[in-house]
């Protein structure tokens, strides 16, 4: 098992400081109650609704507010009717856009995807033209406090996990998509702590773009990212030409 992935070429995903936190609590209070209306409230027997949680922790999203998510998806409290929905695209030079959400009004969000691929130089595809470019894995996320890479590596070898990274004060963890929460259950069986569990679409294989194009697609990654509806965007653009 190495000790090294590619995850900084996984996903398009901006750590900008000025992302108000209500916009990011409202996307994931919209992946639990979805996750919870199509699996149940219970997180061991759903591990989609699991992973929504240990995301919604990893925010330090408070109690009550899951709880509250959870209970509006079981149907315990009113709430909003919500479905999830992918979208395929094109953006300039070609790039392939996979686009991961929840709406309530799905008319209305392809509407706004739509205006928002054209407005950035792209367009929609229709299903299936994208999809097949990425393949689902798992990432786990791990505080590494005092557990070392020998104490790791054994445990990840038990769990058949994939691989892992060593960054900063984190482990970094990757998974087949149907083994995600398998790994976790057996990192949890020996009391390593979890910060996070998810699933993340990996491009088959990346293009790289010259810098006015890769501009051209970070804007509109942005803009799609910005959506309220929208929870994940994907690329196979490779992101260190992306700025």
Not at 62 to 83: H, K, M, Q, V, Y
Not at 98 to 116: C, W, Y
Not at 201 to 222: C, F, G, H, W
Request: zero cysteines; proline letters at 2%.
């Amino acid at each position: 098992m190495a000790g090294h992935s590619k995850w900084a070429n996984i996903q398009h995903r901006k750590n900008r400081e000025d992302t108000k936190r209500a916009k990011v609590f409202t996307k994931l209070v919209r992946e639990i109650t979805v996750s919870a209306r199509l699996g149940g409230g219970d997180p061991n027997a759903n591990p989609r609704l699991r992973a929504a949680i240990q995301a919604a922790k990893a925010e330090n999203m408070p109690s009550d507010n899951i709880d509250r998510a959870i209970d509006t998806g079981t149907g315990d409290l009113e709430g909003g009717s919500f479905e999830d929905f992918t979208y395929e695209g094109y953006g300039p030079g070609g790039a392939a856009i996979l686009i991961e959400g929840v709406t309530d009004n799905r008319n209305r969000t392809a509407a706004e995807i739509r205006h928002l691929f054209s407005k950035g130089g792209g367009n929609m595809a229709e299903s299936g033209a994208v999809a097949w470019q990425f393949s689902r894995q798992g990432i786990i996320t791990l505080p590494k406090h005092d557990l070392g890479e020998d104490r790791l590596t054994e445990i990840l070898v038990e769990s058949g996990a994939e691989d892992y990274e060593d960054v900063g004060d984190t482990w970094m963890i990757t998974t087949a998509g149907s083994e995600l929460h398998a790994v976790v259950d057996s990192l949890e069986s020996h009391a390593v702590e979890v910060r996070s569990a998810e699933w993340v679409m990996v491009p088959q294989a990346e293009v790289a773009l010259d810098e006015d194009t890769a501009r051209k697609v970070s804007n509109l990654l942005d803009s799609l990212d910005d959506h309220d509806d929208v929870q994940k965007v994907w690329t196979n653009v490779d992101v260190s030409t992306l700025g």
